[in-house]
């Protein structure tokens, strides 16, 4: 099932490598520049997700997250903002947004938002994603691989959904690392610790008895390389 | 010196001089005084021998009790005008000023030359007087200014001191206008005037530079959000060749740095900015568990962590107090050796973080300042410890390093949440 996806972000040139990052086969994104193109946009069709900036030529975001809440539209809302003060993001959270990104952020921690808070809103089963063998189970937070169920620490399972939510993209080392960690902890150069937390998730995957899909991009970071999806 | 002191000093000097010259000259104007009236006695008395003679042809005679001294001798001629002289006492203690009056009389045809002198009695007596009268009224005044001064001084310098202390409280960026005192005095209504525009325009300036820098890192997040974008698009090319993936890999780790630095500007402009106000009591130990337990997760198998922790509070901003136990966290990870520890324990009012690290001690005078690299090959933006610092100048915190060896040791001391605020 193909997503839609309404990128609200008036800086033309990141929306523009938003779209293209996101625009594969599980969705289609429509940017908007401006506040009341908008406006107009949540009032004609409903978006499984809105990327949402909050500085906006003719209004701010903040008024298009209390739109959307007040007509009970069930779009998910992904925050994308320079300002990341404290008091902005829990303004936004307490609206009604799903989560908050501030910029600079990485297009697959973007992707993963998403990923996640379109799961985390829709029903029925679809909290899970079946891909090459595998089970992810967004809700439990578990892995299930064709022998059952396989066991994995928080930051491993952290690690396969990055990847899942980002397969067959690159993804860098700094983006991982930031993802497990958080952005409040500067890790400046030193990311021995996702080549540990790997290291372990590939002896457990191979365990359960599934083909290595994550390949090493030389000095970049690490790709997860989907057998079911077209190209590869 | 006390301004009071110096200006009684040269005032008291002026007055010490001032009364000098005015006994002197109060003394030689009695002088002169005395001394024309002694000569109108002079004047009258000549009048009366002038009739005296006249009317009996001889001298009167000379009443020795008198201290007026008459002589005449015969001249041949007149000698001109009556002329006064002034003799100067003889030899002896007792001895005074004689005043001799010296005029020229006919009588029966026959000049005389007569003398009139008498003693100017009491130049001594008025001299002491004079003398005493000035020395004692010049003590008096002496001690009565000190007196005065000393009493006044502080009534009067009053406001001065409020001022200066108003002046002392006043924190740059705290938006409460400093309260001068005002008085009756002009002049410290004027200064105090002048500190109160001084204030409110250093306030002014210093708000437009945090604004600006504020700004200034704002209108970075989006082209640096924009190069990030393309830089994640450009690196999904399968056919970028190994020097492709090289620069690009290169500029990303620029990027990174570059809004890690961003966001460390930011952080502290927001904090100096006091846009982190209002605190709470924090259960730190529990914090500093869920803490240690992310770390120890993150860093399994790398790092070893070890604690020890005991019951403590402690009044801060919470988010705040994240941002610094997340940046001490971090440094004692990012500067630590291969298979290192890291040590924490939690007393009371004091959080030790230690790690293994290289044996160079940080240069302590220097280490909380901005931009501060222990090492030229360290990565850092080096506004992480000035950001700790920072918030424990605002929350209340003492930090602390020390290192021995290869530990290196911060150290956090505070005082119990009741007394913190």
């Known amino acids: 099932m193909v997503m839609n996806l309404l990128i609200v972000e008036d800086q033309k040139e990141l929306s523009n490598s938003i779209i293209s990052y996101l625009s594969t086969e599980n969705y289609t994104c429509e940017p ?12 004609i069709y409903t978006y499984s997700c809105v990327v949402l900036d909050l500085c906006l030529p003719y209004g701010n975001g903040l008024d298009i997250l209390k739109q959307l809440k007040k007509e009970d539209n069930p779009t998910g809302i992904v925050i994308i903002s320079a300002k990341d003060s404290i008091e902005d993001k829990v303004l936004g959270l307490h609206i009604g947004a799903d989560d908050f990104l501030s910029k600079p952020f990485h297009l697959s921690e973007l992707e993963a938002r998403i990923a996640s808070v379109i799961r985390r809103r829709s029903f029925e089963g679809k909290n899970r994603i079946n891909l090459d063998n595998l089970v992810l189970d967004i809700r439990e937070k578990t892995l299930n691989g064709p022998a059952g169920k396989i066991d994995l620490t928080r930051m491993e399972y952290l690690l396969i959904e990055y990847f ?46 599934c083909t290595d899909l994550i390949k090493t991009v030389y000095g970049m970071g690490y790709k997860y390389c989907s057998a079911t999806s077209k190209g590869e | 010196m006390k301004l009071f002191t110096q200006y009684n000093r040269i005032t008291l000097w002026v007055v010490v001089v001032f009364f000098l010259l005015s006994s002197l000259v109060y003394y030689f104007l009695m002088k002169g005084l005395l001394f024309t009236e002694l000569d109108k006695s002079l ?14 042809h001889a001298f009167p005679v000379e009443d020795s009790l008198d201290d007026l001294r008459i002589s005449h001798a015969k001249t041949s001629q007149a ?37 009139i002198s008498r003693a100017l009695e009491g130049m001594k ?32 310098w009053q406001p001065f001191y409020a001022s200066i202390d108003a002046i002392g409280q006043f924190q740059l960026g705290k938006n ?39 700004n200034a890192s704002h209108e970075m997040q989006t082209p640096l959000a924009i190069i990030r974008s393309k830089l994640d698009l ?54 500093l568990y869920d803490k240690i337990i992310q770390f120890q997760e993150l860093w399994k198998g790398q790092l070893q962590v070890t604690y020890e922790l005991s019951d403590a509070e402690l009044y801060a901003n919470p988010d705040l107090m994240d941002i610094l136990l997340n940046n001490l966290f971090s440094n004692a990870s990012k500067h630590n050796i291969p298979n290192g520890k890291v040590m924490i324990r939690l007393m009371g009012g004091t959080l030790e973080i230690k790690n293994t690290g290289r044996p160079v001690p940080l240069d302590e005078s220097r280490m909380f300042q901005r931009f501060y690299k222990g090492s030229l090959e360290n990565e850092n933006n080096g506004l992480g410890l000035s950001i700790v610092k920072q918030i424990c100048d605002l929350t209340g915190i003492v930090p602390s390093y020390s290192s021995s060896g290869n530990i290196h040791a911060f150290t956090l001391e505070w005082a119990r949440p009741d007394r913190q605020r």
């Open chain 1, 32 to 43: 908007v520049y401006d506040y009341n193109s908008a406006i107009e946009k949540i009032h």
């Open chain 2, 43 to 56: 004047v009258k008395i000549e009048k009366r021998i002038e009739d005296y003679v006249q009317v009996h």
């Open chain 2, 234 to 287: 450009a690196i999904q090319d399968q056919h970028l060749s190994a020097e492709q993936s090289a620069t690009l890999q290169s500029a990303y780790a620029s990027v990174k740095k570059l809004a890690s630095l961003n966001r460390s500007l930011l952080l502290i402009a927001k904090i100096s900015n006091d846009q982190y106000s209002g605190g709470a009591v924090i259960q730190i130990k529990e914090k």
């Open chain 2, 125 to 156: 007596a008025t001299a002491l007087m004079v003398m005493r009268t000035a020395l004692v009224t010049l003590f008096a005044l002496v001690i009565a200014s000190l007196l005065v001064n000393r009493l006044l001084f502080r009534r009067l």
């Open chain 1, 164 to 209: 899942i939510c980002n397969r067959d993209k690159v993804v860098t080392k700094e983006a991982i690392g930031e993802h497990l960690c958080g952005d409040d902890i500067d890790l400046a150069d030193n990311y021995d610790f996702i080549y540990t937390h790997l290291k372990n998730l590939r002896r457990k995957l191979k365990n359960a008895g």
């Open chain 2, 176 to 214: 409460n206008l400093v309260d001068f005192p005002d008085t009756r005095i002009e002049e410290f209504n004027f200064m105090n005037d002048q500190f109160r525009r001084m204030a409110a325009k250093v306030n002014k300036e210093y708000v437009v530079l945090k604004e600006f820098t504020e």
């Open chain 2, 79 to 115: 000698g001109g005008p009556p002329s006064f002289r002034r003799i100067p006492p003889t030899q002896g203690k007792n001895s005074d000023n004689i005043r001799e009056l010296t005029f020229f009389l006919q009588s029966d045809h026959q000049w005389y030359r007569v003398t």
